[in-house]
Each structure stands twice: as structure tokens, then as C-alpha cells.
């Protein structure tokens, strides 16, 4: 971390100012915490497994609904003679299918590779050495929180646009933009679903209990809009819902303004939790 | 001849799932043996690895490393 100190000294050069006198929230500060985050990432490998398991997951389903047929016909034991007519796929479902997978398998995988993204570091001492040095508690969670979005954005991508290229090949053309706009909407869950993570990563010391908490919290929240649609449409939970809507729906899905709503407090619900992730590190910056 | 094109077309649409899985399972073959500790005995990962299909690795990923 000398990197951000000495930024931190050539910005300062002329003022002069008194090293401990304020912490600096500067730009390049920033970028430099940035820089590391997404160091650490690619040291861990996350950054690059984590694309490779999403584009897997992603051609994985498209496969397996074209070959249905053939599979049911070879491996389930049906008695001589039975004929199953299986509708042929439509594509826009596969889509909406593949995004169910990744809000299973996809969501897990990545909490579970940023569980330990503040309480790891705190635990190991390394957050103590970074927040010596005069850089901000907000700009530490969110060069943290901006290197998950990057990973998170990117293996979404990467995913589903396998995904829709494998559908288009196999199934039929999907329109782009019910694509982009169901994929938008998974990312706003995605991300929403992360900073949980973030928020539980800096308020509990286990990462694992981080992890658990924050999937639970989705899973809780999914249910509920999926149980009683007519109070929690404002939810964000409600996003997966109607990012599935906005891929099987042609053209742009016409949205209603409860649907609308899910949108806005799914931005300010993250822009809360990252406000209290930032109050919950400040007041407790290092284990001792 | 219509069997054959099937075939092929087949393979082509498999051959980058498979490469993705090795490319998957050789990273994490890799890393298990490089590191010094693994959480469990380092054979069991392997054989999780190697066997585990696509969840082998992930699960090594995620749980087989000690954090240093």
C-alpha cells in the first residue's frame, strides 16, 4: 500500500498538510484501493473462475433443453412404446431458465467468494495496515464494493450473453433488447443481493455466517414476492420475477409502476447498506 | 450423411463446454498441489477435483484453500 501513500503525499505537496490531520477521500486514493482490490481478485483466481463457471452454467442450459428429448428417450426407463410429445423450447424461456440457474447456483458462488472480502482482511490485520494510512472508510468499502459489481457485472455478461449466443444457435434468435433488459435487472439483484454480503461481511466476524445471512436474506425476500406479489411488488425482491417477465415478454416489457418501485429501492437499498457498511467499519475498524 | 452433420454439429457445440470444464479442473489441479496446506488431505481435493465434474473445483475454490 505505498502506492496510496505516496499519491496521497504528491497531492498534498505544496499544502504541506499535517499527515494525520484529515483522511483523504481523494480520487486517486480511490483508484489506487481499486487497483489492489482487483490485484487480489486476480491473485485469488476469482477473477478468473468465477467468469468461467457463469459461461459454463450458461451454455449448460440451452444444451440440456435441445437435447431434452434425446435424453428422456435414452435414460429414462419409459415403458416400450411410449411417445412423449415435448413442445419445442421457445428461446425467450430458455433465457428466462438460464437466469433462474444463475439465481441459484450463480448467487452462491458469488457470495460465497465475497463473504470473506472485509472480515477476511480485518481478521488477517491487512485492513488495519491499508486504514492507518490516510485513506477514507468510504473509499475502502467501495473500491471493495465497486471490485465485486466488476465481478459480478462481467461473469453475468459472459453467462448469459453464452447463453443467448448457445440459444440463438441451437433454438431461435432472441431479440436484444428483452436480453439486455432481463440481464440489467438480474445485475440490480445481483448487486443488491451483494452488498448484503458486503454490509454482513463488515458487521459479523465469521465470513461463512457473512455468506449465510445475506442468501438467506434473498431467498427470504424472493419467497415473499413470490408469495404475496400484491405487497411486496415495491420489493427487490420482485426483480428476479420481473427480470423473467422482461425475457419472455417481445420488445420492451411494459412495466407497471410498482415494478418501477422495485427498481428505485433496490438503488436506494444499496446505497443504504453501503452507507452502513462504511458507519459499521468506522466504528469498529480492526479486530484486537 | 444427415447423421454425420448431427454428429459434428454436436461436437462443435460441446467441444467449448468441455475446454471450459478443463480449463476449470487444470487451474485447480494446479493451485492444489502448488499450495502449501489445503484444507483436508491434499488427495482427497484432487480426486474431488478430477471427479466433481463442475461443482469439483468450484467446491476446492471455495473451501479447499487455507486464507494465508
Same mark, same amino acid.
Given at each position: ?236 425482491? $420482485? &426483480?428476479?420475477?420481473? !427480470?423473467?417477465?422482461? %425475457?419472455? #415478454?417481445?420488445?420492451? +416489457?411494459?412495466?407497471? /409502476? @410498482? ?6 429501492? $433496490? &438503488?436506494?437499498?444499496? !446505497?443504504?447498506?453501503? %452507507?452502513? #457498511?462504511?458507519?459499521? +467499519?468506522?466504528?469498529? /475498524? @480492526?479486530?484486537? | ?68
Amino acid at each position: 500500500m505505498n502506492g496510496a501513500n505516496e499519491v496521497y503525499r504528491g497531492t498534498h505537496r505544496g499544502a504541506e498538510a499535517p499527515r494525520s490531520a484529515t483522511r483523504s477521500s481523494g480520487g486517486a486514493v480511490f483508484l489506487t484501493l481499486l487497483g489492489k482490490e482487483c490485484l487480489e481478485l486476480l491473485r485469488s483466481f476469482k477473477l478468473i473462475w468465477v467468469p468461467i463457471v457463469f459461461a459454463v452454467l450458461g451454455i449448460m442450459q440451452p444444451v440440456l433443453s435441445y437435447y431434452m428429448p434425446i435424453i428422456i428417450e435414452k435414460a429414462g426407463n419409459m415403458p416400450e412404446g411410449t411417445v412423449i410429445e415435448i413442445p419445442a423450447p421457445m428461446g425467450s424461456q430458455v433465457l428466462a431458465d438460464t437466469l433462474s440457474q444463475f439465481g441459484v447456483m450463480g448467487i452462491l458462488i458469488l457470495a460465497l467468494a465475497c463473504m470473506g472480502i472485509v472480515s477476511g482482511e480485518r481478521n488477517s490485520g491487512a485492513s488495519a495496515l491499508v486504514l492507518v494510512k490516510p485513506v477514507s472508510y468510504a473509499s475502502y468499502i467501495l473500491s471493495k464494493w465497486l471490485s465485486i459489481m466488476l465481478l459480478s457485472w462481467g461473469s453475468l455478461l459472459l453467462g448469459y450473453g453464452a447463453a443467448w449466443y448457445y440459444t440463438w444457435l441451437l433454438i431461435e434468435y432472441v431479440d436484444v433488447v428483452p436480453f439486455l433488459l432481463s440481464f440489467v435487472l438480474y445485475g440490480l439483484w445481483f448487486s443488491f443481493v451483494l452488498t448484503v454480503t458486503l454490509l454482513f461481511s463488515t458487521a459479523l466476524r465469521s465470513a461463512a455466517g457473512a455468506a449465510f445471512t445475506s442468501l438467506g436474506a434473498a431467498i427470504l425476500l424472493t419467497v415473499l414476492a413470490g408469495l404475496i406479489p400484491k405487497y411486496m411488488a415495491w420489493s427487490p425482491g $420482485a &426483480l428476479t420475477g420481473l !427480470a423473467y417477465q422482461a %425475457a419472455t #415478454s417481445p420488445g420492451w +416489457l411494459q412495466m407497471e /409502476p @410498482a415494478s418501477w418501485w422495485a427498481v428505485i429501492t $433496490a &438503488l436506494i437499498a444499496i !446505497a443504504a447498506l453501503l %452507507a452502513a #457498511s462504511v458507519v459499521l +467499519l468506522k466504528r469498529a /475498524p @480492526a479486530r484486537d | 450423411m444427415n447423421e454425420t452433420l448431427e454428429l459434428s454439429k454436436m461436437v462443435g457445440l460441446l467441444v467449448p463446454l468441455i475446454i471450459l470444464q478443463l480449463i476449470l479442473m487444470i487451474i485447480a489441479l494446479v493451485l492444489c498441489v502448488k499450495t502449501e496446506e489445503t484444507r483436508g488431505p491434499k488427495l482427497m481435493w484432487v480426486l474431488i477435483i478430477i471427479f466433481g465434474q463442475l461443482i469439483g473445483p468450484i467446491a476446492f475454490f471455495l473451501f479447499g484453500r487455507r486464507q494465508a
